[in-house]
């Protein structure tokens, strides 16, 4: 491909993706292939001679986007969201069309001081203490890694060396193996699975403390754990803490945790990759009460602020612990501007990977063509749109809505768990929308979470009804009346008298046979 084709190939691409954006409310939001369908449609063996790439692009239609989620859809409710803009495609494109690959300053001096200032800005929007920011007069700073899971991983193998160079400080004849063996770190079990797997991989046992009825873990809860441990001759390590859980998008109290994790010498790593974008809110600031304590502290751009994957902001208040850490020196890595000044840092430092992405390009052409009110409207507007669904929901008598938390609703089915898994179950079989469970306090909860940018009243009205209508099926296969039925028997039993629920289980011969004509 030449340039002059590039232009051509490249220019019908846009159109595609414009395309594909203004059109996705058309196509299913869950693919309906069964596995193994590409290996049927693609050859076993790459082909000898190049073809056109007018075959290429018509394959994407016929043979990729069959087999797509379409996370971008309206009808997309699972998980959180994922960021997904066209300022940031076009920084995308420009990243990949210059190829920086910035481990050093000297690499690419623009790649490392855009991030530097971008993370800058992103952590004054955010109203972060000034001591994470580069600019700040300490050792703090600012970088972009790939996701939250690598930020938790990061920021524990930093604490790991710190802890172990603070042990072997204060008792010389231990050496490095037994003290990482004694190393511990806590979170708690509405934690997302990233922090638990980050245990795995840096060889430190991560206990899964259990929440309090509020879905939090608190100061007592961590003291308590912490004592056990340090009884049975444990060294607490790493702490993390999530401001917006993935089940519930709950709150850990930081306030609680940061004093016990200072004045013990751990590490207290923030994960508050989807929730943290809120924060862009001043009214949703409290929520992050504490901060003061954190060690490091981490937001998703590419869930909740448009910005595409992969794109994590990581804060650190103290960025020579990476750099001990990761620091790795060859003689061809060396460069003559090389220093401790964060304004000006070698970011391979400050990461696992050596190579490193132009990522800060589509996070500075959101931030610059949205502007602080564009993403604070983008936030609200999804808000409302989750508050809207919850008062949908509370309207029907036959669900409850056990939390509506910035975008998230978790609902369920009155009663016991079958009646909400059968639910979801038909939903999924459905295919009209897509949502996943949760467990809260034993109890199965629907998760229905505002995650495109596209998303309108409409398409949460539309989720409404796909759920009621499924909702109806469910009913039609209980042994006792639905409530929605018994709520329209009021001449015989006044609503306001007896529960309808209460009267189904008391008396369902009589209730069915009803129902029944």
Request: glycine fraction near 6%; proline fraction near 5%; include cysteine.
């Amino acid at each position: 491909m030449d340039s002059e084709s590039f232009r051509v190939c490249g220019k019908t691409v846009v159109d595609y993706i414009a395309d594909y954006m203004d059109n996705i409310r058309d196509r299913p939001v869950l693919s309906s292939v069964k596995p193994g369908y590409l290996y049927e449609l693609v050859p076993p063996e790459a082909p000898v001679k190049g073809e056109d790439w007018k075959t290429v692009l018509a394959d994407v239609e016929n043979i990729i986007m069959p087999g797509i989620t379409h996370w971008n859809s309206p009808q997309f409710h699972a998980f959180f969201p994922t960021g997904n803009s066209y300022p940031a495609i076009i920084g995308d494109m420009l990243c990949n069309g210059i190829g920086s690959i910035g481990f050093s300053w000297i690499a690419s001096p623009a790649c490392t001081e855009l991030e530097v200032q971008v993370m800058n800005w992103f952590g004054k929007i955010l109203d972060l203490p000034k001591e994470f920011l580069n600019e700040s007069e300490g050792p703090g700073g600012g970088v972009l890694q790939g996701s939250a899971s690598e930020a938790t991983f990061v920021c524990l193998l930093a604490a790991k060396d710190r802890t172990t160079k603070r042990i072997k400080a204060l008792d010389p004849s231990m050496t490095d193996g037994e003290i990482k063996a004694k190393l511990i770190a806590y979170t708690s079990d509405q934690s997302n699975s990233s922090v638990e797997k980050a245990g795995l991989l840096g060889s430190m046992p991560m206990r899964m403390l259990k929440a309090d009825e509020s879905g939090r873990m608190t100061g007592p809860i961590l003291a308590e754990a912490m004592a056990e441990d340090i009884a049975r001759g444990l060294i607490p390590c790493y702490v993390v803490a999530t401001l917006g859980t993935t089940a519930t998008c709950a709150f850990d109290c930081l306030e609680e945790l940061g004093p016990i994790c200072n004045e013990n010498d751990i590490w207290l790593h923030v994960d508050a990759a989807y929730a943290g974008a809120a924060f862009v809110l001043p009214e949703y600031r409290h929520l992050m009460a504490g901060v003061q304590f954190a060690d490091s502290f981490d937001v998703n751009l590419h869930k909740w602020l448009l910005v595409n994957f992969d794109c994590s902001a990581l804060w650190v208040k103290n960025a020579t612990y990476l750099v001990d850490a990761f620091n790795v020196d060859r003689v061809y890595l060396k460069h003559r501007y090389q220093s401790q000044d964060p304004q000006v840092p070698d970011y391979r430092h400050w990461q696992i990977p050596l190579g490193r992405r132009f990522r800060s390009m589509k996070m500075w052409f959101v931030l610059r063509l949205y502007g602080v009110e564009g993403l604070q409207a983008h936030i609200k507007k999804q808000i409302h749109l989750a508050d809207l669904f919850g008062k949908l929901v509370n309207q029907d008598p036959r669900f409850e809505v056990t939390t509506v938390t910035m975008g998230l609703v978790c609902f369920r089915l009155k009663g016991n768990n079958d009646w909400t898994k059968n639910l979801y179950e038909r939903l999924m079989a459905s295919g009209q929308i897509y949502l996943v469970t949760a467990t809260v306090r034993s109890k199965l909860v629907i998760r229905f979470v505002v995650c495109s940018r596209l998303t309108e009243e409409v398409d949460v009205q539309f989720a409404w009804d796909e759920i009621r209508g499924q909702a109806d099926r469910v009913d039609s296969e209980r042994d006792v009346a639905p409530a929605s039925i018994c709520n329209g028997l009021s001449g015989a039993w006044p609503k306001d008298k007896v529960d309808c629920e209460e009267l189904t289980a008391a008396t369902p011969i009589v209730v069915k046979s009803l129902t029944q004509g």
